[in-house]
DNA sequence: GCTTGACTCTCCAGTGGCTGGAGACCTTAA
DNA sequence: TTAAGGTCTCCAGCCACTGGAGAGTCAAGC
């Protein structure tokens, strides 16, 4: 049973960020010691572990919750975990696709720019002009 | 001069973004009617729109400051504006570059699922693997 | 003139996922 | 015994808004 300090080197995440787990309710540790000091488990730091992975990939804290359900219920489907892991793939794709129009505008603005001591500049006139669009019609890691 | 819901429907951005925009010193109507309505010129107009632009490119406020600076300035160089553009481009590159790392990895563990009823799933244990690491050693959307 | 409905105002709180800091308490080693 | 470092709770702030309450204002129709 280790302090929160430990847990955070183990776990290679803040002591801030675990806190703030517990008062969530996403990991909460297995004990306290008499002063009232957060005592995490092997288990719970292999849950704190997990949680920074899923967190890594871009996963909300909400469908962490639900991983971590599913990777605490032996009988758990590979299906449920699969489905969780398609959608956010299309999340991905979407984004990706999104931020590759929005540098492919921006590189040829950027192309077509002078870039010299005069004021001319095609990128200032296209973020002026009514009619210019944002390419993806949505905004970037929104 | 118009009312505020005026410029929200001629600049296509939220009221409630508009009176942010004005609470931050961003843009500031050019006026203000005897009861304290605020009251936008053509000018202020094109202004929201151009920052309405420029936050679709996933710019900060802080950029948008600088760029409506720009906008402002008769004796600006494309250069600056280049420059601000360039760095925003490299962004967005390392973004991508995470963003196809992730999908990748994810799309591997994916395909490796059986994604049935039964509980076996190398997603799982990815995530719960202490040598999982972040592919791309930052963050999504970071 | 009166009512109704749409518009506007300010102020406060909440979003997500932390992060920083204050001030108090606890533990451990020299 | 003292000092350093760890831990606790609580509050505030980050970014860029968004939502809602409650009050005031405006324009149109009767």
Known sequence: ????????????????????????????????????????????????????????????????????????NPHRTSKEVKQIVAKKLVEIQAKIRAMKQLHDTLARLAHDCHGDQRPDCPIIEYFSSDQAVDPSHQKECS
């Not at 849950?47 to 992975?53: D, T, Y």
């Open 1 to 72: 049973m280790d302090p929160i300090g430990t847990a955070a080197q183990k776990s290679e995440l803040p002591v801030k960020t675990i806190r703030y787990y517990d008062e969530i309710g996403l990991i909460k540790p297995q004990a306290h010691s008499e002063k009232g000091y957060r005592l995490y488990s092997e288990r719970d730091i292999q849950k704190l572990i997990f949680v920074r992975h899923v967190r890594e990939f871009g996963f909300s804290i909400d469908t962490c919750r639900d991983l971590l359900d599913l990777y605490e």
